[in-house]
């Protein structure tokens, strides 16, 4: 931690990224990778790319409702991030969790189809944009309440280590969370008990529209762990291989060594926080470099792999069709999937079914004679 | 049958539960090493030792939401708050998460999970110490909310609460720690959640209560019976889901009803319960339901005054007795 030059938001990603080079955890060598795999992740960030891209589409056509946050320009880092997890291994997000739960394993067509509110979709059509959740994935939950995932995770992370199963949990957030007491409360337990959490801190430089800078006493967020003595690190992420081997050494190692880390990716959020928001609180310059194809981690990778011979134009036509294809069946599949029946309304208030619980609809008598 | 207090209840019921499920885990401050505030935990870290039972850090926030997260994979953790003004530390993950997270997620995790905590003024310990604040939690969906007042319904309740699959607000009171009832030695019984219960029969008036209120509303009901006043008690025991037939039933025998809580008047429990009555007992009452509620204060520190905030035997007598003079019955 001998560099104190401190990442800014807007202008600064590339200083920091500048910064990256000089740390051991330089992007690995196309040269040591399996063409297989860089084609696989170069597959996953365009489908979480175009799913996104068609996500907003519907936004704005008011085929999903409520709030709607997406993933575009943090592909990369979410592709690292779930590679660096196995199947048994649980994840926790906040409410920018799509492409999340794509690359976790969940198909894109449950995704859009809890989006469209449809009984089809991950969450059956009570969760929404915000609420992704499947068991068998490991997903315990995208969270809309900035923070409200990590005494969650922690809590997992308890179960693991009580039952000492070999499981690990990460626990994603973006930049803001790491000023919300339940950081520094659930940071605390995880290392006074030794769980095996990984902590992520997704850094897109902003907060809806509040900067790291204007938020965080310590910019510098992968060293917020250190209060607690929790390791942290940084990666660039907008390099998916950076991201996948900078969370796999400390996935293996929170496995291994039963201690939660802290990992820090940085990336351009490149539109505004919400499909709503205009973002006009960024100067031109930082909404230019926010979509600069420097900072697009799919433009990026695309350029390494072509250079290298590995995404030839061949294969690059057989992903993006492909891609196309399954963002349009699961648009299709969301579309023609059935909206859930009104008689369904009060089935999971309680997993235990009570005595007296009230079923009453707006406008029953309490009482009917 | 053995004649225990309602402390020994809770403790023997905890230990009981941990002897049966593994999953089963305590956790909160000051439970472990110092064996509970209260003293509710006494003797178990020593008998199950640090796995499961959990000493953390002053830091409500995190160690229940770590509760809920345990209990979505399967553990089932009795958390304790030490007393329920604390759980506003911890209100985002009770009522955001806790509650929720069955019902958001299609049904696909539940949260077996119970929260331990004491209520109740009366013990000089000024405004942020003294409140009765299990409206809040009593108002949320999702989540259920007991308040036993009797050793016996102690034990069987909070049997109940840790072999739910729901979250549940366990709502001890400050008062009742030492009061003394029968406890069946077999340990087995496991209360209905849900339910309340007619705990005396009467004629003359429905008198209503939950925790520390029920036990003055028995109080009252026979320094009443002395007067010739055949008082019913309700013991709600569950303030969600609220039994309103029970409630219902009683009134419409009765005629007449007196709600005793220990909480605020305005938007309190009581204004629930009247509001029950009158939707299902309206062409039964012969007088306007009565409530007997603390002073909306901050509860002050010195014992004058603090005494004369809460409601008390003589207040709910008093309450009874206008009310049957409403009737028409002259009862001084």
Redesign the interface.
Known sequence: MADTAKPKGGGTAKSAGGRRRNRKNDTPNLADEQPKDLLDYYRQMLLVRRFEERTGQAYTQARIGGYCHLNLGEEATVVGLMSALNERD?L?TNYREHGYAIAKGISPRGVMAELYGRTT???????GSM?M???EARL??G?G?VG?Q???????????S?RGGDEIVMCQMGDGTTNI??W???L??AS??NLPVVYVVVNNFTGMGTTVEMSSAEPDLYKRGSAFRIEGQRVDGRDVLAVRDAATDLVERARSEQRPFLLEAFSHRMKGHSVVDPAKYRTQEQADEARAQENDPIALFEERLEKAGVLTEEAKKEITDSVREEVADAADFAENSPHPDVSTLF??????P?????RRMPAD???AE | MSVITYRQALRETLRAEMHRDEDV?LIGEEIGIFEGSYKITEGLLKEFGE?RV?D??I?E???????????????RPVVELMTINFSLLAI??IV??AAK????????????MVIRTPGGGGQQLGATHSQNIELFYSFV??L?VLAPSTPGDAASMLRAAIR???PVLFLENLGLYNSKGEVPDDGDQVA????AAVTREGSDITLIGYSRMAVVAQQVAEKLAEDDISVEVVDLR?LR?????TI?ESVRKTGSAVIAEDDWLTYGIGAEIAA?IQ??AFDFLDAPVRRVAMAEVPLPYAKPLETAALPSVDSVITAVKETLNAVGRRVG
């Open positions: 649980y926790f979709g991950v969450s059956k059509g009570w969760g609420h959740f499947d068991t315990l939950g969270y309440i409200g990590l005494p969650l995770a922690t809590g997992a992370a308890l179960a693991v009580y007491g339940a520094h409360e659930s605390n337990i006074l008990w089935d999971y208030t309680y997993a235990t009570v005595a007296n619980e009230s008598p309490v009482f | 885990f796995r959990r953390t850090p830091a926030e995190g160690f229940v939401g770590t509760a809920i997260g345990a209990a979505m994979l399967g553990l985002d993950q955001n998460h997270i069955y019902g958001m997620f299609g049904g696909q995790t539940s949260v077996p969906p999702g259920k739910d699959d729901d209905e959640i849900g339910r569950s889901p609220l039994d309103r037939e219902v029950t939707e299902g």
